[in-house]
């Protein structure tokens, strides 16, 4: 450890660190646009610049290493009036749209405008014409708002491995683009959403259902219901003033019947149904020397992103729907018999963490004959905005609780929320389905936390099961790479999309603060730690619809409804 002046303050600064690392770390705030925590600093949008006594040219602090005695100026004119140019420069070539725009008041633009003091249009001059790509069903792109940070360049190559993006052009006639300037809809891209995430502006969005929602719920002809994911209830009280990683699983509840649902699910209940079949699936492979190992089924990116990369390994997907479409096919098919209630009639809605759903729920291998299980998939942020247009005051509601028969969930299906949770939740009921005992130590620590791979052994009674949890789906590729070259270690292997699970989700809440996603993590964990049921095959609900519907797990029926099978994908590269 050594010294350095900042501002005339003296500060710890470690060798090797970046200028900004140091900063950041002291308290001392500095204005980013390309930055990224966790990757290689590109020092690309010069935001950042300070001031080092001894050097001619201000020097952007993400880029470039402490040294012993270094004196720094983070806000002296020179600098600030670099920044503030900058950003004038940004918006010479922005729409004037902003009380229109999606991220109004949640613009890293936006707010860097106003933090610089931007107050009318300094540079003016003919703007770059471009068409919104609006193709695929979960992402939508207007490269018109696009600031050429690189982020979503960065996120979806080094993060997850895609590359369905990159810079097209030189000088002024640069622009982010797929392969070919084609839509995203036949592009690499996995719809994770991760590129949103990252995204200062609104040059990348979620496709938007909320008028589709809306018109079903005017329409009295339609009984429509709606399941929220593990992890909504954990990141939407982010958007109703709650504190971070709060479980408003009850006030969300009353406020979708405020808005007008007639039944309120949980997706929890069907998580629960997806261990179920899966760890009967899994068990059935190991016995009977199926193709393993098996991979989880339930991420949809990860699973677009099997079958264009890594066809081969198709076989090894588990072929159980995720949690979303398994409660849609038994809304349209047990929910609809019991209630009497024609199948056309019911409007399905889910609300998810993650924008991909929205690709999942259009996928002709998860529709009933034609006809899509889930009609519309919202996310959570799309939630929080049907709650503020609505005038509901959601903290001054009376908390609820989901209407069943899915409305009862075990906290093993709470824990699809976050990456390791499907792992855990699985183990737990395989060991049932082997020993016919619980297990002694529900909680493995070794797959829990935010590293992007984690892999243990475990034993369920005579069977050494060998396993991994991979999170962010460059991951995917390290492990898949491995098993290629011979590994034959691993039997069970979880992939989530998303860095952290579901928790961090393309369709959450735009921040990506690691400390606010460990606290989602935590919630999530003391929900576990904190309720009596806590395997799947203890919900009692579980058992009933076995008992009343699908007879067993693996059955004929619950083959139909809940299983499917995958294809390699062909993609313009």
């Not at 930055?35 to 610049?49: D, T, Y």
């Not at 709470?414 to 002694?440: D, P, Q």
Request: aromatic share 6%; net charge negative; proline share 5%.
């Amino acid at each position: 450890m050594f010294n350095i002046e900042v501002n005339s303050n003296l500060i710890e600064a470690k060798p090797g660190e970046y200028i900004l690392s140091t900063l950041k770390r002291a308290g001392i705030k500095v204005p980013t646009l390309c930055h990224l925590e966790g990757l290689i600093p590109s020092g690309a949008c010069r935001m950042c610049v300070v001031e080092v006594e001894g050097m001619h040219d201000l020097i952007p602090s993400c880029a470039f290493p402490v040294s012993d005695g270094m004196k720094i100026k983070t806000h002296s004119a020179r600098v600030v009036k670099a920044r503030k140019t900058i950003v004038e420069l940004l918006l010479s070539n922005h729409p004037d749209d902003c009380l229109y725009c999606v991220r109004n008041e949640d613009c890293e633009l936006q707010k860097l405008a106003k933090q610089h003091g931007v107050i009318e249009r300094t540079f003016a001059g003919e703007k770059n014409k471009y068409f919104l790509d609006m193709s695929s069903p979960s992402i939508v792109r207007d490269p018109s708002k696009c600031i050429l940070c690189g982020r979503c360049v960065r996120v979806c190559e080094e993060t997850q491995g895609v590359s369905a993006i990159d810079f097209i052009g030189r000088g002024s006639k640069t622009r982010i683009g797929t392969a070919f300037d084609e839509g995203l809809n036949i592009s690499s891209c996995i719809n994770c959403g991760q590129c949103i995430m990252v995204c200062p502006t609104a040059a990348l969005r979620g496709q938007r259902y909320i008028e589709e929602v809306q018109e079903a719920l005017r329409d009295p002809k339609k009984h429509v219901v709606i399941q929220h994911a593990p992890a909504v209830s954990v990141t939407l009280g982010e958007t109703l003033n709650c504190k971070n990683g709060a479980d408003v699983s009850g006030i969300m509840t009353s406020a979708l019947r405020t808005l007008g649902f007639d039944r309120v699910f949980e997706t929890s209940f069907s998580a629960d149904l997806t261990i179920m079949e899966e760890a009967s699936e899994l068990v059935q492979r190991i016995k009977t020397g199926g193709t393993l190992p098996m991979f989880t089924s339930c991420s949809p990116g990860w699973v677009k992103f099997l079958e264009q990369f890594y066809p081969e390994f198709i076989p090894n997907l588990s072929t159980c729907k995720s949690p979303q479409m398994m409660l849609g096919a038994v809304i349209k098919s047990y929910y609809a018999e019991i209630e009497g209630i024609d199948p056309d009639d019911i409007y399905n809605v889910s609300v998810m963490p993650c924008v991909a759903k929205k690709f999942e729920a259009g996928r002709q291998e998860l529709s009933n004959n034609g006809k899509p299980d889930i009609d519309a998939v919202l996310t959570t942020r799309e939630l929080a905005m049907m709650i503020e247009t609505s005038g509901i005051e959601a903290n001054s509601l009376s908390p609820s609780i989901a209407d069943n028969p899915f409305g009862e969930r075990s906290t093993a299906g709470k824990l699809f929320g976050v990456s390791g949770g499907v792992m855990e939740a699985a183990i737990r009921t395989a060991n049932f389905l082997l020993t016919g005992y619980e297990l002694e130590q529900s909680q493995i620590l070794e797959i829990r936390g935010l590293d992007g791979i984690k892999e243990t052994i475990v034993q369920l009674g005579d069977l050494t099961l060998g396993v991994a949890v991979v999170s962010g789906l460059n991951n995917a590729r390290k492990i898949l790479e491995q098993i290629k070259k011979g590994r034959n270690d691993l039997h069970f292997i979880e992939v989530m999309s998303c860095p952290g699970g579901c928790i961090a989700g393309g369709g959450q809440p735009i921040k990506t603060d690691i400390e606010l996603i460990k606290s989602r993590m935590k919630s999530l964990y003391y929900i576990d730690k904190s309720e009596p049921v806590r395997a799947s095959h203890d919900n009692p609900y579980i058992k009933k619809l076995y008992d009343e519907y699908l007879e067993h797990p693996l059955s004929h029926k619950s083959h139909k409804l809940l299983h499917t099978s995958y294809s390699e994908r062909e993609v313009l590269i």
